[in-house]
């Protein structure tokens, strides 16, 4: 399979532990996206990497959250100090670079705070 | 101000049946994207179509097809012969931009397909 692939799938964590998300890219895509999605709610962009380059980071929910693709090929999403608050969803997706290209989705990771 | 508009909440529709599910979109740039994505209980984005702003024919694939309507901001998708399998959330969302990285979703539409 050379889709998105995301791990873990799910992760259970105590409040106040950190946690740590791998996103591998479909591996001809320079760009790579993370997004958070809560229930009944559609994704919210959260960074973007052009191959290590990351190139917005502005979105991201607060300076708990960090990312890192550090070789241009798959990335980390960590979460320090993670809150209740921090349970969602949390979606990688990539895509080449030319504008018209699409963003294709992994199966994201399922992050419960308790 | 919200970006992209999903009126429904929820539809249902009849399995063989075609359903429309509407999208209404806000940008200021002349140059975008509209996507439409499914997202099934297994919570997996899968991308269905893609409708560039300069692009002059309505975006089709398979039994899906968008109805874009520049004039009035919309980007409606068509799902012709409904399946069960069709039941799932549907997320509209844009892409604005030349650089490409302010991608915004709508709040979803959820379908159920009835037999």
């Known amino acids: 399979d050379t889709g998105v692939s995301q791990n873990p799938r799910h992760k259970i964590t105590k409040r106040g532990q950190n946690v740590t998300f791998r996103c591998d890219p479909i591996?001809?895509?320079?760009?790579l996206y993370w997004y958070r999605q809560t229930l009944g709610q559609g994704p919210e962009f959260l960074t973007y990497?052009?191959?290590?380059?990351?190139?917005?980071k502005s979105r991201l929910l607060s300076d708990r959250f960090s990312a890192e693709r550090p070789k241009g090929s798959f990335s980390t999403l960590e979460i320090q100090r993670t809150e209740q608050g921090d349970s969602a969803m949390y979606l990688c997706?990539?895509?080449?670079?030319?504008?018209?290209?699409?963003?294709?989705f992994g199966p994201g990771t399922r992050l419960t705070v308790l | 101000a919200q970006k992209i508009t999903q009126t429904q909440p929820g539809m249902f529709v009849q399995e063989k049946e075609a359903v429309t599910l509407d999208c209404t979109y806000d940008?200021?740039?002349?140059?975008?994207?509209l996507f439409w994505y499914k997202q099934p209980s297994s919570g997996e984005m899968i991308f269905l179509i893609y409708?560039?702003?300069?692009?002059?024919q309505n975006a089709t694939e398979g039994r899906y097809s968008l109805n874009f309507q520049k004039a009035r901001k919309s980007a409606n998708l068509v799902i012709s012969a409904s399946q069960l399998g069709d039941s799932a959330m549907y997320f509209c969302?844009?892409?604005?931009?030349?650089?490409?990285?302010?991608?915004?979703f709508g709040p979803g539409t959820r379908l159920s397909v009835l037999p």
């Open positions: 997706a990539s895509k080449r670079q030319a504008f018209t290209d699409t963003q294709y």
């Open positions: 591996s001809e895509h320079n760009r």
């Open positions: 990497f052009q191959n290590e380059a990351q190139l917005e």
């Open positions: 940008t200021s740039d002349q140059s975008y994207g």
């Open positions: 409708q560039g702003s300069y692009d002059e």
């Open positions: 969302a844009m892409r604005e931009d030349n650089y490409g990285q302010n991608f915004v």
